[in-house]
């Protein structure tokens, strides 16, 4: 992946804090690894491991997207800096909402925008976004895809598996190696065409326009840009 897009992110938080890695073969099956990731995204920016900084930023982008995030969660962001990027730009912007805003706040802004009184504002699910309805064909589809891969829904998760975050839990996993050896380019590009692409940047788009979104509107450009990037990217390697 050879965007120089990626290498301008420009993330920088304090000391990275040791986690537990996902175990292999389970999606979604652990707490992100949110502070330790985020401090790596301003090291390999510019240590140049891109595919590193590639899995840290979907492995970020999932935690904001998959629950209400936790006051932990919330403390790291606050010392996000960024740099003249797009995506480095949105985040100053989080950064500062997350030093603002309550926990409480971004929790009720999350649960507005997601979960809501019988459905939120977004539905962030493939199925939704691709058919108009959930636990639809793209869900079984890429049920069949993590078969292949060797992956499966962790316990006790409720969520079907094509809400964004348990897709950008595979990507992740994906390019460093969670669900056995990190998979070729080749690969990544084959899962994000089909799974991600085509609907994720709409979603992005929702997040940033959204009435309720304040704290999770720099959230929706940061993956918007970076969706764009991927996408790029990816074409790039298929005409090389």
């Excluded at 730009?89 to 019988?118: C, P, Q």
């Excluded at 970076?226 to 090389?240: L, N, T």
């Amino acid at each position: 992946m050879c965007s120089s897009d990626l290498g301008q992110v420009g993330l920088h938080i304090g000391q990275a804090v040791d986690r537990q890695a996902l175990p292999v073969g389970k999606l979604h099956d652990r707490a992100a690894l949110t502070a330790e990731r985020g401090a790596r995204i301003g090291r390999i920016a510019r240590h140049g491991d891109r595919d590193r900084l590639r899995a840290d930023m979907y492995a970020l982008l999932g935690e904001l997207l998959r629950k209400e995030p936790s006051d932990e969660v919330i403390g790291t962001v606050a010392g996000f800096q960024g740099d003249g990027s797009e995506i480095g730009s949105a985040s100053s912007v989080l950064a500062t909402l997350a030093g603002k805003l309550s926990g409480d706040e971004i929790r009720d802004e999350y649960m507005r925008l997601f979960i809501g009184v019988g459905r939120g504002e977004i539905l962030p699910f493939a199925s939704y976004y691709l058919t108009g309805f959930l636990n639809d064909k793209p869900l079984a589809n890429l049920r069949n895809d993590m078969t292949e891969l060797g992956i499966e829904r962790a316990e006790g998760v409720k969520d079907p598996e094509d809400h964004i975050a348990s897709l950008f839990d595979i990507m992740g996993g994906m390019i460093h190696g969670a669900f056995g050896a990190p998979t070729d380019l080749a690969a990544q590009a084959r899962f994000f065409k089909k799974h991600i692409e085509p609907w994720a940047p709409l979603l992005m788009q929702d997040i940033e326009a959204a009435k309720s979104a304040v704290f999770y509107a720099p959230v929706g450009t940061i993956g918007r840009a970076f969706m764009d990037i991927e996408s790029a990217a990816f074409d790039m390697g298929e005409a090389g």
